[in-house]
Nanobody, 126 residues
Framework: QLQLVASGGGLVQPGGSLRLSCAAS????????ITWFRQVPGKEREGVSC????????KYADSVKGRFTVSKDNAKNTVYLQMNSLQPEDTGVYSC???????????????????WGKGTLVTVSS
């Protein structure tokens, strides 16, 4: 069965940290670009960060630059999103998605992805 599973969400105080995981089964994440999306009720889903097939290329939304770090562990077939200095506006459901791109050093926030994972809720509140 081909699937992505996002996990690691929870309740954290402002200024805290969380690490989200996106684990794949049935296919290799090494062959895909992975994007993290955030969905807040009443707002459009936004791309937060992505990592290309090669981990050398990553991208971040301006709102998370300098605070979030995306990484890929091909041995564990998992992509991580380390989130530091979390703020209330980071609250939302975070999901990961995979797309096979011909360019090894590219990723973006397109929504026509090959695989989507179920989201994990992140709540930043005191």
């Amino acid at each position: 069965q081909l699937q992505l599973v996002a996990s690691g969400g929870g309740l954290v105080q402002p200024g805290g940290s969380l690490r989200l995981s996106c684990a794949a089964s049935g296919f290799s994440l090494a062959d895909f670009a992975i994007t993290w999306f955030r969905q807040v009720p009443g707002k459009e889903r936004e791309g937060v960060s992505c990592v290309a097939r090669s981990s050398r290329y990553t991208k971040y939304a301006d709102s998370v630059k300098g605070r979030f770090t995306v990484s890929k562990d091909n041995a564990k077939n998992t992509v991580y999103l380390q989130m530091n200095s979390l703020q209330p506006e980071d609250t939302g459901v975070y999901s990961c998605a995979a797309v096979r791109l011909s360019n090894t050093y590219y990723c973006d926030y397109r929504t026509d992805m090959d695989y989507w994972g179920k989201g994990t809720l992140v709540t930043v509140s005191s």
